[in-house]
T-cell receptor, first 115, second 111 residues
Framework: AQSVTQPDIHITVSEGASLELRCNYS??????LFWYVQSPGQGLQLLLK??????LVQGIKGFEAEFKRSQSSFNLRKPSVHWSDAAEYFC?????????????FGGGTRLMVKP | DAGVIQSPRHEVTEMGQEVTLRCKPI?????LFWYRQTMMRGLELLIY????????DSGMPEDRFSAKMPNASFSTLKIQPSEPRDSAVYFC?????????FGPGTRLTVT
């Protein structure tokens, strides 16, 4: 069965600093990988996704993520964090078959941004 | 596109009462998912449908929970009778193929 680990429960960065959120997955085949963001009181919003091809994927809001098969990782990065990026971030691995798609989510990383 | 629509956004009810949560998926999406989110347990998949048919309900906590999808544009999650431990945010998500799109959630409080 697939699983996702986000080792950092909380991260605090200063506004303008770079950001990297870690995600490790366990899955027997080539995974579909996703990052979602959840602002307080909101649903989860899709930031970016990886299915195949270029291992560096670009998403919304200036985020990018890099798939590294050898490390079973899919870390999220942003070169310069804005105060509005404070939220909870979820990594997920997806399985797709004829019955549809299921996502397995990590436990989330809460990002706080210092002024 | 209005996105996934959930109603109500907030529900406060007394223990023992029936609660019905509603979801309208994005038009054209053929999969629908119900999740529950709590501080203690994080995000849990309760049940998902593909082409209106329940595929996996192994996440439904107990018989008090039931879900239906009578057509492609509507689904309900019912809790009967409700208990305080059911207090959580319930999300509905729909999917065209791989990625899922989430609704804003229903915050349920059972007193």
């Amino acid at each position: 069965a697939q699983s996702v680990t986000q080792p950092d429960i909380h991260i605090t960065v200063s506004e303008g600093a770079s950001l990297e959120l870690r995600c490790n997955y366990s899955y027997g085949a080539t995974p579909y990988l996703f990052w979602y963001v959840q602002s307080p009181g909101q649903g989860l919003q899709l930031l970016l996704k990886y299915f195949s091809g270029d291992t560096l994927v670009q998403g919304i809001k200036g985020f990018e993520a890099e798939f590294k098969r050898s490390q079973s990782s899919f870390n999220l990065r942003k070169p310069s964090v804005h105060w509005s990026d404070a939220a909870e971030y979820f990594c997920a691995v997806g399985t797709y078959n004829n019955a549809g798609n299921m996502l397995t989510f990590g436990g989330g990383t809460r990002l706080m941004v210092k002024p | 596109d209005a996105g996934v629509i959930q109603s109500p956004r907030h529900e406060v009810t007394e223990m023992g009462q029936e609660v019905t949560l509603r979801c309208k998926p994005i038009s054209g999406h053929n999969s629908l998912f119900w999740y529950r989110q709590t501080m203690m347990r994080g995000l849990e998949l309760l049940i998902y449908f593909n082409n209106n048919v329940p595929i996996d309900d192994s996440g439904m906590p107990e018989d008090r929970f039931s879900a239906k999808m009578p057509n492609a544009s509507f689904s309900t999650l019912k809790i009967q009778p409700s208990e305080p431990r059911d207090s959580a945010v319930y999300f509905c998500a729909s999917s065209p193929r791989s990625e899922q799109y989430f609704g804003p959630g229903t915050r349920l409080t059972v007193t």
